[in-house]
């Protein structure tokens, strides 16, 4: 449900405020220029036509988005003024407006004529101001479903529906619905995205058949290093997350190809907001989060913004249990009209338990009871992590911008965990080992954008030139493998202590990556949409190991290319290739790095947009080939090759918006038959894993949540939600040795929402996993398969003024 970004003058302050604006403008401002121009605006919705209409006379538009929801409005192919085009736009709607010096118009409804005298107070209609915008999605009262722009794709603002990809959006009111607290939970409403690796130290997903780590931060890559899980991301903060499937290289450099999840992060604002919320839920969850922000100065040249999350939790997981703290302020400085830098600070603290699931059992994870816990109960991970960012940028005009970003992240790692010694034996017993690191770790990244607009002949250009930087230092202190190992038996677990450690430096490595690409949007004539773009990389890298130095410097072009055609605005078809160039991934028998890994996908796809923006759904097919993947070396089973190749290809369908007035859906499927190894060798110079299928890769899953909030009566503000997660079958490791089952589970969800006084209080209950079905979410190839949660009751109280 779309609101305006300030509440309505009350209707004396209303007319003073515009008695005092006709004066001015009266006194001031000069007549809007007539000139004529030829638009090319589709019939539809008339949020959309303004919204076309504003940007191709590059005028400004104020209006409440009220106003014109649900009004459509005429095709617009001719040349006329902007008062000729308002008027063919506004006609029938009930709509007026008024041109204010030379680039603003306001929208407003028709003042209502009173013939027996002139119009008071009390009947003339109040001033909604919203502002440039007709819509704003950062509003904390936004209860969108269905985001209409996103930037993760193109690193511009552009509509999705122009956009020849295939990108989601989790907005925040699906987050706030879900009551998500894990990264994980939000991504289970995405199409070809399902739990990867490990479930409990980190934030891991499959997306097309591939794992990935990396979580990207409003456009900023932290990947974790392997064996390392310190990206667990706080959601508190979080404005809404995006899912650009596919290889992303050209705009994000070392990336996996199955996609990447993009956060976005919550800004400061203009008007004041607040918000407290108390979550208590299952095995004694306690979260305390604070939302804040507003101008310092009255003025709004200074705004800030502050989250901070606190979390103490046990598990259904004997002994295993959570402690976090995050701090997270933001400070924009609105410098001038066109120019703003913000400055932003992240700290988090974290301590839990260091899981490590169970191992198999013949060719499934062992049937252990879902409470035990094979590890030792002071088997701990702390994790400290502070980052500090600036951005900026500055608008030469209307049509040119340049921006900076820049982040540094430092974290301490400290962990001891355990690891199973092949299988569990009829008996249940497994042998263990455990290991201790140390590690501290230094990430930095920055980039510089200079995004234009500029017409050739009847041709529209959006062009992106930029450059980026990253570099990662990192220094493992370990110990590990104490003899002689520990046995525990995983029908009848008893803890029997931790052994002594000695760490000693094993790795140090330290890596640089620049980028530099240029990309070009093109607005051709017949409502068709081109995307051309080209990036140059080059990775260097240096690993110690033990002792020895290795070194790898490459270089590579990728190209990006789609074409896509809008023939109505409720249609887009369009077709894509993309190329990836990822990290290198170890080292071969001759001490060298090795090749980093590559990938190629083509795409197609249908996407449509109906009932103004509410809703929106699409549908995608896709096949992905990534090389270089390491492998085994034949000629010694403890090195590696890059020879190794995998491929998937499938079909994803994904529904979200408003279908109905209060009535929200999201619905997501995917099918993906292929998702196989394609080149392998083993150490003894067979085919090894080769024609086998991903590990964590489902061949079908998907996703159903629907929420309906009364808007009427006695029972406005009572909202009720239920959905269901399906997963197919999924293999545990490349060897296809172990298989996890499907599963299905059921959630529900119902809340209440009081305005009092100025304030707004919500009430909520979720209750997940309604049924109790026992399944496995993941497994991370290496013999641990980590258990779902079981039922899980979460309730809120939250107060928001």
Same mark, same amino acid.
């Given at each position: 449900?779309?609101?305006?970004?300030?509440?309505?003058?009350?209707?004396?302050?209303?007319?003073?405020?515009?008695?005092?604006?006709?004066?001015?403008?009266?006194?001031?401002?000069?007549?809007?220029?007539?000139?004529?121009?030829?638009?090319?605006?589709?019939?539809?919705?008339?949020?959309?036509?303004?919204?076309?209409?504003?940007?191709?006379?590059?005028?400004?538009?104020?209006?409440?988005?009220?106003?014109?929801?649900?009004?459509?409005?005429?095709?617009?192919?001719?040349?006329?003024?902007?008062?000729?085009?308002?008027?063919?736009?506004?006609?029938?709607?009930?709509?007026?407006?008024?041109?204010?010096?030379?680039?603003?118009?306001?929208?407003?409804?028709?003042?209502?004529?009173?013939?027996?005298?002139?119009?008071?107070?009390?009947?003339?209609?109040?001033?909604?101001?919203?502002?440039?915008?007709?819509?704003?999605?950062?509003?904390?009262?936004?209860?969108?479903?269905?985001?209409?722009?996103?930037?993760?794709?193109?690193?511009?603002?552009?509509?999705?529906?122009?956009?020849?990809?295939?990108?989601?959006?989790?907005?925040?009111?699906?987050?706030?619905?879900?009551?998500?607290?894990?990264?994980?939970?939000?991504?289970?409403?995405?199409?070809?995205?399902?739990?990867?690796?490990?479930?409990?130290?980190?934030?891991?997903?499959?997306?097309?058949?591939?794992?990935?780590? &990396?979580?990207?931060?409003?456009?900023?890559?932290?990947?974790?290093?392997?064996?390392?899980?310190?990206?667990?991301?706080?959601?508190?903060?979080?404005?809404?997350?995006?899912?650009?499937?596919?290889?992303?290289?050209?705009?994000?450099?070392?990336?996996?190809?199955?996609?990447?999840?993009?956060?976005?992060?919550?800004?400061?604002?203009?008007?004041?907001?607040?918000?407290?919320?108390?979550?208590?839920?299952?095995?004694?969850?306690?979260?305390?989060?604070?939302?804040?922000?507003?101008?310092?100065?009255?003025?709004?040249?200074?705004?800030?913004?502050?989250?901070?999350?606190?979390?103490?939790?046990?598990? #259904?997981?004997?002994?295993?249990? =959570?402690?976090?703290?995050?701090?997270?302020?933001?400070?924009?400085?609105?410098?001038?009209?066109?120019?703003?830098?913000? #400055?932003?600070?992240?700290?988090?603290?974290?301590?839990?338990?260091?899981? $490590?699931?169970?191992?198999?059992?013949?060719?499934?994870?062992?049937?252990?009871?879902?409470?035990?816990?094979?590890?030792?109960?002071?088997?701990?991970?702390?994790?400290?992590?502070?980052?500090?960012?600036?951005?900026?940028?500055?608008?030469?005009?209307? =049509?040119?911008?340049?921006?900076?970003?820049?982040?540094?992240?430092?974290?301490?790692?400290?962990?001891?965990?355990?690891?199973?010694?092949?299988?569990?034996?009829?008996?249940?017993?497994?042998?263990?080992?455990? #290991?201790?690191?140390?590690?501290?770790?230094?990430?930095?990244?920055?980039?510089?954008?200079?995004?234009?607009?500029?017409?050739?002949?009847?041709?529209?250009?959006?062009?992106?030139?930029?450059?980026?930087?990253?570099?990662?230092?990192?220094?493992?202190?370990?110990?590990?493998?104490?003899?002689?190992?520990?046995?525990?038996?995983?029908?009848?677990?008893?803890?029997?202590?931790? $052994?002594?450690?000695?760490?000693?430096?094993?790795?140090?490595?330290?890596?640089?990556?620049?980028?530099?690409?240029?990309?070009?949007?093109?607005?051709?004539?017949?409502?068709?949409?081109?995307?051309?773009? &080209?990036?140059?990389?080059?990775?260097?890298?240096?690993?110690?190991?033990?002792?020895?130095?290795?070194?790898?410097?490459?270089?590579?072009?990728?190209?990006?290319?789609?074409?896509?055609?809008? $023939?109505?605005?409720?249609?887009?078809?369009?077709?894509?290739?993309?190329?990836?160039?990822?990290?290198?991934?170890?080292?071969?028998?001759?001490?060298?790095?090795?090749?980093?890994?590559?990938?190629?996908?083509?795409?197609?796809?249908?996407?449509?947009?109906?009932?103004?923006?509410?809703?929106?759904?699409?549908?995608?097919?896709?096949?992905?080939?990534?090389?270089?993947?390491?492998?085994?070396?034949?000629?010694?089973?403890?090195?590696?090759?890059?020879?190794?190749?995998?491929?998937?290809?499938?079909?994803?369908?994904?529904?979200?918006?408003?279908?109905?007035?209060?009535?929200?859906?999201?619905?997501?499927?995917?099918?993906?038959?292929?998702?196989?190894?394609?080149?392998?060798?083993?150490?003894?110079?067979?085919?090894?894993?080769?024609?086998?299928?991903?590990?964590?890769?489902?061949?079908?899953?998907?996703?159903?949540?629907?929420?309906?909030?009364?808007?009427?009566?006695? &029972?406005?503000?009572?909202?009720?939600?239920?959905?269901?997660?399906?997963?197919?079958?999924?293999?545990?490791?490349?060897?296809?040795?172990?298989? &996890?089952?499907?599963?299905?589970?059921?959630?529900?969800?119902?809340?209440?929402?009081?305005?009092?006084?100025?304030?707004?209080?919500?009430?909520?209950?979720?209750?997940?996993?309604?049924?109790?079905?026992?399944?496995?979410?993941?497994?991370?190839?290496?013999?641990?398969?980590?258990?779902?949660? $079981?039922?899980?009751?979460?309730?809120?109280?939250?107060?928001?003024?």
């Amino acid at each position: 449900m779309r609101t305006p970004a300030f509440a309505p003058l009350s209707a004396p302050f209303a007319l003073t405020a515009l008695a005092l604006s006709i004066a001015s403008y009266t006194a001031y401002a000069e007549p809007m220029q007539q000139e004529a121009r030829t638009y090319a605006i589709a019939a539809g919705g008339l949020t959309e036509a303004l919204t076309a209409f504003a940007d191709q006379a590059n005028l400004k538009l104020v209006f409440n988005a009220e106003l014109t929801r649900g009004l459509s409005a005429p095709a617009l192919h001719e040349t006329v003024t902007v008062e000729q085009g308002l008027n063919k736009l506004l006609k029938d709607s009930g709509l007026g407006y008024r041109l204010v010096g030379q680039d603003t118009a306001i929208i407003e409804a028709k003042p209502i004529v009173n013939k027996s005298g002139p119009q008071s107070a009390a009947t003339m209609p109040a001033v909604t101001v919203v502002g440039k915008a007709v819509y704003d999605s950062t509003d904390p009262y936004n209860q969108d479903y269905n985001l209409t722009h996103t930037k993760t794709a193109t690193k511009t603002d552009t509509p999705i529906m122009e956009t020849p990809f295939s990108v989601q959006v989790v907005s925040k009111q699906v987050i706030e619905d879900q009551q998500v607290i894990r990264l994980k939970d939000a991504l289970k409403n995405i199409s070809g995205v399902v739990q990867g690796g490990d479930a409990t130290g980190s934030d891991h997903f499959n997306i097309r058949g591939f794992d990935t780590t &990396m979580v990207y931060r409003d456009g900023s890559p932290f990947p974790i290093a392997a064996g390392i899980p310190t990206n667990r991301r706080e959601t508190a903060n979080i404005e809404s997350i995006d899912v650009l499937k596919g290889p992303a290289s050209l705009l994000y450099g070392r990336t996996e190809p199955g996609g990447i999840v993009n956060v976005t992060t919550k800004q400061p604002l203009s008007h004041a907001y607040y918000s407290l919320q108390q979550q208590f839920g299952s095995y004694d969850l306690y979260r305390t989060t604070v939302d804040a922000t507003g101008p310092i100065i009255s003025d709004n040249s200074l705004l800030y913004r502050f989250n901070l999350a606190y979390q103490d939790n046990n598990s #259904f997981r004997d002994y295993v249990g =959570n402690e976090r703290v995050f701090v997270a302020p933001v400070l924009t400085w609105n410098i001038d009209a066109r120019t703003k830098a913000t #400055f932003e600070l992240e700290y988090l603290h974290d301590e839990s338990i260091n899981d $490590p699931g169970v191992p198999g059992f013949g060719n499934r994870p062992a049937p252990a009871p879902r409470n035990s816990f094979l590890s030792e109960p002071n088997a701990k991970i702390t994790t400290d992590k502070v980052l500090v960012g600036l951005n900026w940028s500055h608008q030469f005009n209307d =049509n040119w911008e340049i921006s900076q970003r820049f982040n540094a992240e430092f974290t301490q790692y400290d962990q001891i965990g355990s690891f199973f010694f092949g299988q569990a034996s009829a008996s249940g017993n497994v042998d263990r080992g455990f #290991f201790k690191t140390e590690s501290p770790w230094e990430k930095y990244y920055t980039n510089v954008n200079l995004t234009g607009k500029f017409n050739t002949g009847v041709v529209k250009h959006k062009l992106l030139m930029g450059g980026d930087y990253f570099r990662e230092d990192l220094n493992v202190k370990e110990g590990c493998c104490p003899s002689p190992s520990t046995p525990i038996n995983v029908f009848n677990p008893v803890p029997t202590g931790l $052994p002594n450690f000695d760490v000693a430096p094993v790795v140090k490595t330290s890596s640089d990556w620049f980028g530099l690409y240029l990309q070009d949007q093109m607005e051709l004539p017949h409502n068709f949409f081109a995307l051309g773009g &080209m990036r140059y990389d080059n990775a260097r890298g240096s690993d110690e190991l033990n002792g020895g130095a290795v070194t790898i410097d490459e270089d590579r072009v990728s190209p990006r290319g789609g074409l896509l055609w809008r $023939p109505i605005p409720e249609l887009s078809v369009y077709g894509s290739y993309t190329e990836n160039f990822g990290a290198n991934n170890g080292v071969n028998r001759n001490g060298q790095l090795l090749k980093p890994e590559t990938a190629q996908q083509w795409e197609t796809g249908i996407k449509t947009e109906l009932w103004d923006g509410r809703f929106s759904a699409s549908l995608a097919y896709f096949e992905l080939t990534k090389q270089n993947i390491r492998v085994t070396d034949p000629t010694n089973f403890t090195l590696s090759k890059s020879i190794g190749e995998a491929m998937s290809q499938g079909i994803e369908m994904d529904a979200k918006g408003e279908v109905m007035p209060g009535w929200n859906i999201l619905g997501s499927y995917a099918h993906i038959p292929v998702a196989n190894i394609t080149k392998d060798f083993d150490s003894s110079g067979g085919n090894g894993n080769q024609g086998n299928r991903l590990y964590n890769s489902a061949r079908n899953s998907g996703s159903l949540w629907n929420v309906y909030e009364f808007q009427d009566g006695d &029972m406005r503000g009572l909202k009720f939600g239920a959905g269901a997660v399906v997963v197919g079958k999924r293999q545990a490791d490349n060897e296809s040795r172990v298989q &996890m089952p499907g599963y299905v589970t059921l959630n529900l969800m119902t809340s209440y929402q009081q305005k009092i006084g100025d304030s707004k209080l919500t009430v909520q209950f979720n209750v997940d996993n309604l049924l109790d079905k026992s399944y496995f979410a993941s497994a991370n190839g290496f013999n641990q398969h980590f258990f779902g949660t $079981p039922r899980t009751f979460l309730g809120s109280v939250r107060l928001e003024y």
